[in-house]
């Protein structure tokens, strides 16, 4: 009788507090700190990587059952209580269909470990999948939370990863609702070798080599292109169905930044508050900016409240249209005057006259440091030359 009560009050006990979480992947635990505050029924949470959170969009307690829902990306972790830990499954809608994660998770914090000096710094990176190499920059660093570091493409990155290190192995992942990125490895001599894991089951090989300084990544500027030799046309409906052209009014004249964007993209979180501050400080000197998203299912049903909420977490004051599914291919389709269309986000900086003058496939995100600064800077530099028309 006293063990069946001890376990009925282990149930109910309030979630609050700290907890060491992590997914299960076939190739590895990818650890996260899930953080649950506040007075009972009333519990907000958060999901961190080091000391990046992510908030969860309401925290649902009925009896040994707890649901955490990640509103912004139709994501959510459903576990029950076992004793003093949670045991259950992460779910997620996909770009690429549902995908369902086991999830785990023990009251406590993770312990900081640093990363030795020989992983920290930058490294020049291949994932080697099948005949193809893809270029990737690897960086190691330890912060106030211990070993970070982030992976960045030709197109930006994805976000900032956090782990741990024994000896000359590391583990750091990246779990924000959306992304599921775990990246092991050791340092093998001057080279390090490990392996990109990538939502449950999917892993590629890495080696990396000390960065020299030279470039490694194709500039984000070079990856997709567009025809200039005319104006760029678009044709898309809005939130409420209503049909918005680039040759409407509003357009006229105007320099324009086309945002092509998801929601279920974290690296488009990221961008949008540049976006927002960019209309801010030059729509009155004649910028219009207009973000079109492909979402996961195509669905206008499903996807406009989506991107309704996107609209509303970042105050959004520009049109925001609905493209279709996130697939390269709708992209293309969609705007045939584009060539080479690979990231979500992807920016268009469009004249006075309806010509592109410049795109920028992908994003740096807070985690890149002084790329993001420098990213920033110069989407300013040229969002000013637009409007003054010198381009």
């Known amino acids: 009788m006293m063990v069946a009560l001890l376990s009925a009050l282990a149930l109910t006990a309030s979630p609050a507090g700290a907890w060491r979480a992590a997914l299960d992947l076939a190739g590895g635990e990818l650890r996260f700190a899930l953080i649950i505050e506040g007075p009972a029924r009333r519990w907000t949470g958060r999901i961190c990587n080091g000391g990046s959170c992510e908030p969860l969009s309401s925290v649902q307690q009925a009896g040994d059952t707890l649901r955490l829902e990640i509103g912004d990306y139709a994501a959510g972790i459903r576990a029950v209580a076992k004793g003093d830990s949670l045991i259950g499954f992460y779910h997620n809608v996909g770009r690429k269909g549902p995908r369902?994660?086991?999830?785990?998770?023990?009251?406590?914090?993770?312990?900081?470990?640093?990363?030795?000096?020989?992983?920290?710094?930058?490294?020049?990176?291949?994932?080697?999948?099948?005949?193809?190499?893809?270029?990737?920059?690897?960086?190691?660093?330890?912060?106030?939370?211990?070993?970070?570091?982030?992976?960045?493409?030709?197109?930006?990155?994805?976000?900032?990863?956090?782990?741990?290190?024994?000896?000359?192995?590391?583990a750091i992942g990246h779990f924000d609702g959306s992304f599921v990125y775990l990246l092991t490895g050791r340092i093998d001599g001057d080279t390090l070798?490990?392996?990109?894991?990538?939502?449950?089951?999917?892993?590629?090989?890495?080696?990396?080599?000390?960065?020299?300084?030279?470039?490694?990544?194709?500039?984000?500027?070079?990856?997709?292109?567009?025809?200039?030799?005319?104006?760029?046309?678009?044709?898309?409906?809005?939130?409420?169905?209503?049909?918005?052209?680039?040759?409407?009014?509003?357009?006229?004249?105007?320099?324009?930044?086309?945002?092509?964007?998801?929601?279920?993209?974290?690296?488009?979180?990221?961008?949008?508050?540049?976006?927002?501050?960019?209309?801010?400080?030059?729509?009155?000197?004649?910028?219009?900016?207009?973000?079109?998203?492909?979402?996961?299912t195509g669905d206008t049903a499903q996807d406009a409240?989506?991107?309704?909420?996107?609209?509303?977490?970042?105050?959004?004051?520009?049109?925001?249209?609905?493209?279709?599914?996130?697939?390269a291919d709708v992209v293309s389709a969609s705007l045939p005057a584009l060539d080479g269309f690979t990231a979500f986000p992807t920016t268009l900086f469009i004249g006075r006259d309806g010509r592109v003058r410049r795109i920028h496939a992908g994003f740096y995100g807070h985690a890149t440091g002084v790329a993001y600064d420098g990213l920033v800077a110069e989407f300013r530099r040229e969002v000013e030359e637009l409007v003054s028309g010198e381009r």
């Open 100 to 170: 369902t994660i086991p999830f785990r998770a023990s009251r406590g914090r993770w312990t900081k470990t640093a990363g030795p000096a020989t992983l920290l710094g930058r490294w020049d990176a291949w994932l080697l999948g099948g005949f193809d190499q893809s270029p990737r920059v690897l960086e190691f660093r330890n912060g106030p939370e211990g070993l970070e570091g982030t992976v960045i493409s030709n197109s930006g990155d994805a976000g900032l990863f956090w782990g741990s290190a024994a000896g000359d192995s590391f």
């Open 193 to 296: 070798r490990g392996t990109f894991h990538a939502g449950l089951s999917s892993e590629v090989p890495v080696v990396a080599t000390r960065s020299t300084g030279q470039p490694h990544l194709t500039p984000p500027t070079e990856v997709t292109r567009a025809d200039t030799s005319r104006p760029f046309g678009f044709d898309f409906p809005d939130l409420d169905g209503h049909p918005v052209q680039s040759t409407d009014e509003r357009f006229r004249n105007k320099a324009v930044l086309l945002e092509i964007f998801g929601t279920w993209c974290p690296t488009c979180h990221d961008a949008a508050p540049l976006l927002v501050q960019l209309y801010n400080d030059f729509h009155s000197r004649g910028l219009e900016i207009v973000g079109v998203a492909f979402e996961v």
């Open 305 to 327: 409240p989506l991107v309704r909420r996107f609209r509303d977490k970042f105050h959004i004051p520009f049109p925001l249209l609905l493209g279709g599914a996130s697939d």
